[in-house]
C-alpha cells in the first residue's frame, strides 16, 4: 500500500502558475513511477505527466508540453507538478497516481494507486 496527498491547487488568473505536490507514505517511494491526470466535470480523467522511479524518464500530455514540468525528490517522497501558463481549460481536479513499475505510463488504469485530488481553478 501507498498513500498520495496532493496539495497546492487554488484559484489562479490565466498566465499564472501553481506547483503541486503529492506527498506519499508507505511503501519505498522510489519502486513507484508516478503520474498526474485530472478530471474536469463530466470529462473523463486524461494524463498530464509522469515520471519513472529515478526521475531520468518523463513524459507529457501534447497539451501541457512546454509549459509544465513534474519533478521528484525520493529523499522526501514527494513528487511535484509545476504549471507555468496556465490557461482557463486547465481547470480541473488534479489527481497524482502512483504504479509499481519503473517505467512511465500514461493511462489511468496504469495506476493503482491515488489520492483524493486537489481543485486548480484558472479564471480567464
Known amino acids: 500500500q501507498v498513500q498520495l496527498v496532493e496539495s497546492g491547487g487554488g484559484l489562479v488568473q490565466a498566465g499564472g502558475s501553481l506547483r503541486l505536490s503529492c506527498a506519499a507514505s508507505?511503501?519505498?517511494?522510489?519502486?513507484?513511477?508516478m503520474g498526474w491526470f485530472r478530471q474536469a466535470p463530466g470529462k473523463e480523467r486524461e494524463f498530464v505527466a509522469a515520471i519513472s522511479w529515478s526521475g531520468g524518464s518523463t513524459y507529457y500530455a501534447d497539451s501541457v508540453e512546454g509549459r509544465f514540468t513534474i519533478s521528484r525528490d525520493n529523499g522526501k517522497n514527494t513528487v511535484y507538478l509545476q504549471m507555468n501558463s496556465l490557461k482557463p481549460e486547465d481547470t480541473a481536479v488534479y489527481y497524482c497516481g502512483a504504479r509499481r513499475v519503473p517505467y512511465v505510463g500514461g493511462r489511468p488504469d496504469e495506476y493503482g494507486y491515488w489520492g483524493q485530488g486537489t481543485q486548480v481553478t484558472v479564471s480567464s
Open positions: 508507505g511503501r519505498t517511494f522510489s519502486n513507484f513511477a
